[in-house]
C-alpha cells in the first residue's frame, strides 16, 4: 500500500519562501510520477509541479521561476522548494502519485494521495 505523509507547510510573508517534503511508505521511487497539487475551498484541484522517474519536470505556469520540484530517491521523499511567495499561493498542498509510463499534470490520474499541507501566505 502507498502512504504518502506531507510536511513543512505553514504561515509564511509575501516574497519569503518556504519547503515542503512528502515522505512515500510502499512507493517504489524508481519508477513512476510524482507531483504537488493544490486546491482552495470551493475550487478544482489544480497542478503545480511534477517529476518523472528520471528526474524530468514540469510546472504550471503560474509557479514557473518561483517553485522548484525535486526527489531524493534514497530518502524516498519528494520536495517542493516555494520562493517568492505569493498570497495567491495560499492553499492546501498535496503530494501525489502515479506508476505511469507518460507523465501529466491532471489529478485524476494520480492515484495515490497524502492528506495535504495547509500553506498561508499573507
Known amino acids: 500500500e502507498v502512504q504518502l505523509v506531507e510536511s513543512g507547510g505553514g504561515s509564511a510573508q509575501a516574497g519569503g519562501p518556504l519547503r515542503l517534503s512528502c515522505v512515500a511508505s510502499g512507493w517504489t521511487y524508481s519508477s513512476g510520477c510524482m507531483g504537488w497539487f493544490r486546491q482552495i475551498p470551493d475550487k478544482e484541484r489544480e497542478a503545480v509541479a511534477g517529476i518523472e522517474s528520471d528526474g524530468g519536470t514540469s510546472y504550471a505556469d503560474s509557479v514557473k521561476g518561483r517553485f522548484t520540484i525535486s526527489k531524493d530517491d534514497g530518502k524516498k521523499t519528494l520536495y517542493l522548494q516555494m520562493d517568492s511567495l505569493k498570497p495567491d499561493d495560499t492553499a492546501m498542498y498535496y503530494c501525489?502519485?502515479?506508476?505511469?509510463?507518460?507523465?501529466?499534470?491532471?489529478?485524476?490520474?494520480?492515484?495515490?494521495w497524502g492528506q495535504g499541507t495547509q500553506v498561508t501566505v499573507s
Open positions: 501525489a502519485a502515479a506508476y505511469l509510463e507518460y507523465c501529466y499534470l491532471l489529478p485524476n490520474t494520480y492515484p495515490f
